[in-house]
């Protein structure tokens, strides 16, 4: 560990000193900084003061005539600055403004009130220079007024300030108030001054106190008023020549602006300056001197830590700089003091280690104790499976699949399996709730969609039975007849697995107004019929043994994408013994279509599955609802008022309008014919399924229908399209609500009497 930390420190004290290392960096950098002051070969420096370009001394290292700049090394030492060849001699430079040497206007006057005036008026160099606003206009005095006279943009302008003072007590040190001394602002863009002086009583009364007046252009904050000392002194001027400077704003460009700027080079901006002009300027980290071909240079702020602080490792980027804290450090900003915080390489170990072992450790108890938590949870899970697979006679079924010939279609589903399919039974899976029970869809694994129905509760002592029942309905397959794929036992109730129908049943496409009704044509009623009554009929004529459906109705007539139909939902079927005819059970099936006989006799025969069967018909004839709660009560029933409209001759009155357009008189009448017939109150006078099935079928064959061919169509959909161009042949509405509304547009067909419609 020690080798280890020392190892660290080593490291540490190399990477601190990497920023150091590129020495030759500063040489460059303090050669580049003096080619950036003057052009080359041109005089920089005049005693110690450094003339910078745009300004220089000499032929062609100024910029313009205005730039041009004299050292007079002869008669001064120092060496002076002058401005031109002039008489303008200057303090310093700096990038936008210039300081010069004072000029200090004054009057004097002898005992007899005679004035001794020297006007001291400045005149500067239009186009590139002007009085900055820092200057204060300055007189000295006890009983003056001096006049400013100026020129701003070749207008004459005139201020003043008055000097007034009779005591000597009165005047003030330092503050210029107006007593003695007096300042007053001047105009932005001012460049010629002229003072004249004005006098109220010739000094004479004040001349004690103050024989000699001053006005001159003082930067403010560089004068201190003396009081009565500056007030009587006579050489005030050349004591205070050197010492105030007035300040010059310099400009270049003349009455230019930036858009006509030439004189900005590489990596500087432009900024007009709004008394005409204009100056350059270096962008942001980079420096040098703008008004020089070379233009500004990128600044290399790793060498200058005072200026741009950096704390860690830092890198020159263009216009800026990058600062990354050390190795051994952390944090984001090395810029700021705070920005990197040094890391204690051993506790920082110690602590990860700890906080290692404590969330391992954690995980560990935590997995420990979801584990045996899980462990109980799944081993109650599968010991109530398994109660739930024995009491839904799961034993059985094993028993029976391991018999000698035994059907292997039942896929025993596990209850994981279908949770999973229907998204653990959720809501928005179901896809009907039936008597029996509700039906979700669901998709498995294998991307097979499926249509699961749970049952309702049963009775446990009717386990094997209802095995038996799926035994026997998985060995079930016709056309016409939804498969049952499978079961589960492991649920509370057992739950049936089968194919998924797509298109909705029978009762939608009769009785939903939305539903497009297209394709509900005389021919595709008659066939359906046929298909459903082919159906029933296999079901009733199972060799092993017939199943009655018990709940034949519209809503279990189900239709796939071809329109193909679908008989379902065997929840309440019951499978007869050969030996019997019938079966005393419990009244089930659906109010409209219960079978009369059955209701009364409990005795259940295949019988009530035909009387039902009729109800359909009658269903599809007439566009009614087996039981409609809004009619009379004859109406109510459909049934019975279909049989009592067919005996009094009525059929016509009863049946779809469309339908009239659609079918044949004869075909409508036999068809009608054969569901009064089921509708038979005595069921051994009804047909059988059978019988049912092969008249419809010789009905759909031996059809005088002029239009369409009675030749079998295998591809339905082509038929369906076919049969919707019948219909406009026919040129009847395709009004989507041609069910128990038929009144409403029956006299439009012109067909029905309107006189004989039962209100
Ligand atoms: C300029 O030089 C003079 C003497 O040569 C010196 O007294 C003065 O302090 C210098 N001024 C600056 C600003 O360096
Ligand atoms: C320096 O200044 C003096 C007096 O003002 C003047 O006579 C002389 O010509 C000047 N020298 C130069 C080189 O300007
Ligand atoms: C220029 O001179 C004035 C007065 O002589 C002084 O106050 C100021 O600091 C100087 N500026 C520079 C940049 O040297
Ligand atoms: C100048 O006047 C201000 C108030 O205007 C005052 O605070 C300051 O002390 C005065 N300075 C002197 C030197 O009298
Ligand atoms: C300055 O003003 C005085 C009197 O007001 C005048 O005589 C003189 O000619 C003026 N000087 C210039 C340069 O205008
Ligand atoms: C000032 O002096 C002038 C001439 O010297 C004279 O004409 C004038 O009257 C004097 N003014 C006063 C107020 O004494
Ligand atoms: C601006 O500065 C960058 C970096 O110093 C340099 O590469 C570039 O050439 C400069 N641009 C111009 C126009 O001089
Ligand atoms: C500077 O830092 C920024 C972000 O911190 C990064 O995107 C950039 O690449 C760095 N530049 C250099 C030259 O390291």
Partial sequence: MLLLFTLVLFTFDFTISMPLLPEGNFVSADLTGISNIAKPGCQTKCGNLTVKYPFGIGEGCYLDDGFELTCNSTHYDPPKLFIGSGSIAIHNISDSEMRIFNTIAYACYDEAGVPDISDGWIQLKESYRTFSQKNKFTVIGCDDF???????????????????????????????????????????????????????????????????????????????FGGVNDLKDRKFNTRTNPIVPIVVDWVVGGEGSCSQATACKGNSSCNDVDTGGYRCSCKEGYEGNPYLDQGCQDINECEDKTNFPCYGFCTNTPGSYNCTCLHGYEGTDGKRADGCRHVAKDSKFSEVVISLVLVFGFLAILSGITGICFGIRKRKLNKLREKFFEKNGGEFLKQKLKAPGASDAVTMFSSEQLRKATDNYSEEQIIGRGGSGIVYKGILLDKRVVAIKKSKLVDGTQAEQFINEVLILTQIIHRNVVKLLGCCLEEEVPVLVYEFISNNTLFYHIHNRLGGMSWLSWENRLRVATEAATAFAYLHSQAAMPIIHRDVKSANILLDENYTTKVSDFGASRLVPLDHDQVTTLIQGTLGYLDPEYYHTSQLTDKSDVYSFGVVVAELLTGRKPICAGRTNEEKNLATYFVKSMNENRLFQIVEPRLLHEGTIEQLKAVAEIAKKCLNLLGENRPTMTQVAMELEGLRKFSTHPWVQRQETRDETKSLILEVEQSDLYGVPLIPNSTNEWESYSGSTGIVDQENIPR
């Fill in 146 to 224: 001096v006049l400013m006279n100026g020129k701003l943009n070749e207008i004459d302008f005139v201020s003043g300030c008055l000097g007034l003072c009779s005591i000597e007590s009165v005047v003030p040190n330092g503050n210029c108030s107006g007593i003695g001394c007096c300042q007053a602002s001047i105009p932005k863009g001012l460049r010629y001054i002229n003072s004249s002086f004005k006098t109220f009583g010739n000094h004479t009364s004040v001349m004690s106190l103050n024989p000699c007046s001053f006005a001159f252009l003082a930067e403010e904050g560089s004068f201190d």
